[in-house]
């Protein structure tokens, strides 16, 4: 298993969905903050500061959550790819969709001072579940596509007499 490629392919991913959600948020208005969001988990307030901590955390989230991807190309499907990979994006979706559902219950400005994603980001409406699926499948695509060929099965060395 190519664990760092696997790893840096995570973080890539996570870079260009934190890119298409600035993107999402500034040009077409959509109050999608997930790295504000992890961020003031750990830093109460909402500046600079949580927001760069919720990248770190979105980027190492990335990271290994692609070494699990990478565990699932060698010894699940066997191969890699951006489709293989974009598929196991959609499975993600749905893990992630589930955990932004139970965001409240550990957020400390859930919902006081910052708004509730909802599950699979329901609350943002339609767009907000459909950039869930979206996201996660982009991500998986990128991963699946730089982590390239899976490993293997390795032949045993021979043992000269």
Known sequence: MKTGRAFLAGVIGAVV????????????????????????????????????????????????????????????????????????????????????GIIPAVHPMIPEQMPAPGAFMRNLGAIGIAAEFALHAIYGAIVGALYGPVVGERAPRSVAP
């Open 17 to 100: 969905m934190s890119a298409i959600l600035w993107i999402a948020r500034n040009m077409m208005g959509i109050p999608a903050h997930m790295e504000m969001m992890l961020g003031t988990i750990v830093v109460p307030n909402p500046a600079l500061t949580a927001w760069l901590v919720g990248f770190a955390i979105h980027l190492m989230i990335g990271g290994i959550l692609a070494v699990i991807y990478a565990w699932g190309f060698e010894h699940i499907t066997h191969r890699s790819g951006w489709l293989v990979g974009a598929l196991f994006g959609l499975a993600n979706a749905i893990v992630a969709g589930l955990v932004m």
